[in-house]
């Protein structure tokens, strides 16, 4: 599903955040990205879903290399993969259900389907309730949901999840962790990067270690150290 | 694409509506740029109204020597009526011109002072157009002299006219062109303003996977809205304020030659209607486009 191929990220300013990067990531998997702050989690899964291009080396996504991917391409890849952003990035003035149909809007999506799909998906991660609140109307744990549904309303593929637990309480954080479990069974690739080491211990998976923009460790079923 | 229009116009409505007293200073704005530039074209128009009623007044007078026999009068007259660039020829013989004359200064008394018609014959020669009289004139003068006493032309005042016709037809332009970009910068500006409102939204859009055409759908409608409703709003005034303006002027000097032909000034409120919608469109494209890039969006943590 996903490759990577002696990635390189230089960033404008001259620093290099990854460097020689090796990756293959199989369909159905769930990786932890793990790392100390400024380690380049947040830079490798920019690059999966080009928010930057690659300096060197290359990233294949079903075998669609990233690095040569025109411009014009790129809202269609997007559409493969669904990202949960550490800050939401919700709509304020829109309401929960408006917030994850837009996405679906975004996408061409006839209004019944936009109706039916939002629903259900809004019932998986427990907010059919809140519906017609609007996001600051919810907890931040409901609001990390808002944006979970929003990124798999479509089944994508791919889910990638920087730091989804980051402003979360322990309990709240683990159902979270179950959510994206859920997900991933359904033959969704799972990709999380984060600092929880108590999640990373507790729900055992596939974990990568970065640092200094290098892998220092890919160990199945590992633990945070 | 039905149901991407229907989302595009809603929005745009939902925008415009968030936006309240932000978007009537907007159109506000919009009005009064594209007020200076009817204001421009009602001018250049006056102002070519005015060049061409004087110089369809524009005329030689031939005076004719005193020996000339009626045939050569009859066949000089023919001859200049073909030149090509003589729209007609009028004999006024020396005893209507001296009935003219005295009718004019009726004040003078002139039979009494003066005895005898001491006018002669003339030819009065209208032109197709102001810049051929000096030439005719000279024309004239060389190639009949024997029949001819003099030639007077307005021949001063025609190249001046034609002068300034021309300088308004070409600094004009120029002031059209600049005056366009100004509008279209005003604009840029202004609706930059929402989109700016806007850039978080816009950034999620992007990263969810929307196409740029699908972002600046909603603001390019609201643009378009925007310039038309600006563009309404200067003609309106325009359209009253003229009509306000040409009537006092008309009540000082009745003949004074403004443009009052309805197809005219419909088709300059027309210009700058038709000009709202396009600069406020483009104006739009233009602002929204610089806030769209797929690439190296800030991902804030
Ligand atoms: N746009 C940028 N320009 C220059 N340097 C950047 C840019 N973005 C990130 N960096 C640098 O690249 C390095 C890796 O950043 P990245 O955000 O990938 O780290 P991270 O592993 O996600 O850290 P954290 O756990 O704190 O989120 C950091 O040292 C950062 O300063
Ligand atoms: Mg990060």
């Keep these: ?225 | 694409m039905f149901g991407d229009s229907f989302f595009f116009i809603s929005e745009a409505f939902t925008s415009l509506k968030r936006s309240g007293i932000m978007i009537i200073i907007s159109i506000a704005t919009i009005a009064v740029s594209l007020i200076v530039f009817g204001v421009f074209l009602l001018l250049t128009a006056n102002l070519n109204n005015i060049a061409e009623f004087v110089t369809s007044k524009l005329e030689i007078r031939v005076y004719l020597n005193n020996s000339m026999t009626v045939s050569e009068i009859q066949n000089f007259k023919t001859e200049i009526a073909e030149m090509p660039s003589v729209k007609s020829v009028e004999f006024i013989s020396k005893d209507i011109a001296w009935d003219v004359f005295k009718k004019s200064f009726q004040k003078l008394e002139l039979n009494d002072l003066v005895g005898i018609n001491p006018l002669p014959d003339s030819f009065k020669v209208s032109m197709y157009n102001g810049r051929e009289v000096k030439k005719v004139a000279k024309y004239l003068e060389d190639k009949f002299s024997g029949y001819v006493d003099d030639v007077g032309y307005t021949g001063h005042i025609a190249e001046r006219i034609e002068m300034l016709a021309a300088c308004a037809k070409y600094g004009g332009l120029g002031l059209v062109v600049f005056l366009t970009l100004a509008t279209l910068f005003i604009i840029v500006n202004t609706i930059r303003l929402t989109v700016l409102a806007r850039n978080d939204e816009i950034e999620i859009m992007l990263l969810v996977g929307a196409t740029k055409y699908f972002i600046r759908g909603p603001f390019i409608i609201e643009g378009f809205i925007m310039g038309v409703t600006g563009g309404g709003a200067a003609v309106s005034f325009l359209y009253f304020f003229y009509l306000l303006f040409a009537t006092k002027i008309q009540e000082t000097i009745p003949f004074f030659p403004l443009v009052f032909d309805k197809d005219k000034l419909n088709s300059i409120y027309a210009v700058v209607l038709l000009l709202g919608a396009v600069l406020g469109t483009l104006g739009a494209y233009i602002s929204v486009s610089k806030s769209l890039s797929y690439e190296n969006m800030r991902i804030r943590k």
């Design chain 1, 1 to 225: 599903m996903i490759r990577i191929h002696y990635l390189e990220k230089e960033y404008d300013n001259g620093f290099l955040a990854l460097n020689g990067i090796n990756l293959h990531i199989a369909k159905d998997e769930f990786v932890y990205l793990v790392g100390s702050s400024g380690a380049g989690k947040s830079t490798l899964l920019k690059l999966l879903f080009s928010v930057e291009k690659p300096t060197s080396g290359d990233v294949f996504i079903d075998s669609v290399s990233l690095k040569t991917l025109p411009s014009k391409q790129i809202p269609y890849l997007r559409r493969n993969i669904g990202v949960i952003f550490q800050d939401f990035k919700l709509l304020p003035r829109r309401t929960v259900f408006e917030n994850v149909a837009f996405a679906l809007q975004v996408m061409h999506y006839q209004r019944y389907r936009i109706r039916k799909q939002v629903t259900q998906v809004l019932e998986l991660v427990g907010l059919q309730e809140k519906m017609s609140n609007f996001p600051s109307e919810l907890s931040g744990g409901e609001q990390q949901r808002i944006c979970i549904a929003r990124a798999i309303v479509n089944n994508p593929p791919i889910l990638l999840a920087d730091e989804p637990t980051g402003s979360l309480d322990p309990d709240t954080s683990w159902e979270i962790m179950q959510l994206l479990s859920k997900i991933n069974a359904r033959r969704t690739t799972v990709i999380v990067a984060t600092h929880d080491k108590g999640i990373v211990d507790d729900i055992r998976k596939r974990v990568v270690a970065l640092e200094n923009g290098r892998i220092i460790r890919d160990s199945e079923l590992g633990s945070y150290n």
